[in-house]
């Protein structure tokens, strides 16, 4: 017999808000890993420690390849408000395939332009899968800002 599960475990639309945030998450590491790994090949340090443990400090400089990797910070700017976002709307009850769509929208998208990104792709390849993926955070904010004006 299995353990009673947390409450919030019961949830199916907190569930997939789960899911696609540990995608999202593994998504941000693997892009910092692939900075990290193009930042020793091309030998572009962000710190003069890391230069001098590395070759010495004419390699504490910037690079354009070590640059477009850090997409993370893009990733920052968006993924962490979508955290936000996507807890405080999985309490409010919504319909679990509408979330679900919200969700997969906004992961889709990020995982594009992180693609995008990385691979140079054609404009505006990146841009629209900015704009698609912001549209279900908005959406996700102004239920939120709907049910919670009663309160404020």
Same mark, same amino acid.
């Given at each position: 017999?299995?353990?009673?599960s947390?409450?919030m ?18 998504k ?7 900075t ?6 091309k ?12 070759? *010495?400090?004419? &390699?504490y400089?910037? #690079? $354009?390849?070590?640059?477009?990797? +850090?997409? /993370? ?5 968006n993924?962490?408000p979508?955290?936000f976002? *996507?807890?405080? &709307?999985?309490?409010? #009850? $919504?319909s679990?395939?509408?979330? +679900?769509i /919200? ?17 140079r792709?054609?404009? $505006?390849?990146r ?14 904010a ?7 004006t009663?309160?404020?």
């Amino acid at each position: 017999r299995a353990a009673p599960s947390p409450r919030m475990m019961e949830n199916a639309v907190f569930m997939s808000f789960t899911f696609y945030s540990t995608v999202l998450i593994l998504k941000m590491y693997v892009v910092a890993i692939i900075t990290g790994q193009v930042r020793l090949r091309k030998k572009a340090f962000a710190n003069p420690e890391d230069a001098l443990r590395n070759g *010495g400090l004419q &390699y504490y400089r910037e #690079d $354009p390849d070590v640059e477009r990797c +850090r997409a /993370h910070r893009n990733d920052m700017e968006n993924i962490f408000p979508f955290l936000f976002l *996507g807890a405080i &709307y999985s309490l409010l #009850d $919504p319909s679990p395939t509408v979330a +679900r769509i /919200h969700f997969f929208i906004f992961c889709v998208g990020r995982i594009i332009h992180t693609i995008a990104y990385l691979l140079r792709l054609k404009a $505006p390849t990146r841009s629209v899968a900015y704009s698609v993926a912001q549209l279900p955070c908005f959406s996700m904010a102004l239920q939120i800002l709907l049910a919670t004006t009663p309160y404020w």
